[in-house]
């Protein structure tokens, strides 16, 4: 194109008022700088990808790199605030999930074997690794075999009333988890029964209110990002 420029301009000088080298310039300009809007689109979708593979790989420093890279090309694209939105939540996951890793070692090498469960169960919720998944596992069979002489009824009251104080946190995952446990103790028991419904109802409910804000607050990016 820049050849076909520089001959076009010699051609119009040779013949100044001849409108066809003029409007052949004003062609090769524009596939120029067509080519390198399209040069620029391949690059930021290929940045929209690596972006994505390095929060997955839980790179948040280098997927904030290529997003200040990408919103420097394409500020106005819609996908820049999900993707900062995505980076941030889950970069404050994985802190808080390591927090609950070390506070569930704490109370695990101090022989805590149930406040290193409610621990450990915590980091599950953020991300349920292979590590975690283990270290519940092994301290729940330290937990059976130092509980071995308590007898059901007081593992089920443990269960329950653990159960219940986290519905009054509003922890309702955890609470399913302590009342199906109280069940466990006790098959069939009516009040375990009622109160994992009642828990699996709450937790649905806030579901339910969770998709609604997100729903909102992606349709009021997008459109903050059209206007």
Request: hydrophobic share 35%; charged share 30%; net charge negative.
């Amino acid at each position: 194109y820049a050849d076909a420029i520089q001959k076009f301009k010699a051609a119009s000088n040779l013949k100044p008022n001849e409108e066809t080298p003029l409007l052949k310039i004003k062609l090769a300009e524009k596939a120029i700088e067509d080519a390198k809007k399209n040069q620029e689109n391949v690059a930021f979708e290929k940045l929209i990808q690596d972006i994505n593979s390095t929060i997955n790989a839980n790179n948040f420093t280098k997927a904030k790199e290529l997003f200040s890279t990408a919103n420097t090309m394409q500020p106005n694209d819609p996908r820049l605030s999900v993707l900062l939105d995505k980076i941030n939540r889950m970069e404050q996951e994985e802190l808080e999930y390591k927090e609950w890793m070390t506070k569930g070692k704490t109370e695990e090498d101090s022989k805590n074997y149930q406040e290193a469960i409610t621990m450990y169960e915590k980091a599950k919720l953020l991300k349920s690794t292979s590590e975690v998944v283990s270290k519940i596992e092994s301290i729940r069979a330290l937990l059976d075999q130092a509980n071995a002489e308590n007898t059901k009824a007081t593992i089920y009251q443990q269960y329950l009333d653990a159960g219940i104080a986290n519905v009054n946190s509003k922890e309702y995952e955890l609470a399913i988890n302590n009342f199906r446990n109280a069940l466990n103790a006790k098959p069939n028991d009516a009040t375990a029964l009622t109160k994992i419904a009642e828990a699996e109802s709450l937790l649905e409910k806030l579901r339910e209110q969770s998709k609604q804000k997100a729903e909102s607050d992606l349709a009021f990016n997008k459109m903050v990002a059209e206007a």
